[in-house]
């Protein structure tokens, strides 16, 4: 082999075409949002699934609450 690459690397290679190389104003936006505290705080997974409206002992095509 060449370059072996680890999984992640394989990844992130194939990833790394669709991230953008600098933040837009939206991501920033967010990043300034969690930095003054604003955000979703989850205590357990549980309630981030139910934060996020998931059922995930739904099949993944009914998870989306509506």
């Known amino acids: 082999m060449k370059n ?3 999984l992640s690397d394989l990844i992130l290679s194939y ?7 600098k933040c837009n104003k939206e991501i920033l936006a967010s990043i ?3 930095d003054e505290g604003h955000g ?7 309630d981030f699934w139910e934060q996020m409206g998931i059922n995930p002992e739904l099949s ?3 998870r989306i609450k509506k």
């Open 32 to 34: 300034k949002e969690l």
């Open 60 to 62: 993944y095509s009914t």
């Open 15 to 21: 990833l790394s075409k669709d991230f953008p190389k």
């Open 40 to 46: 979703t705080f989850c205590t357990s997974i549980d």
């Open 4 to 6: 072996p690459l680890n």
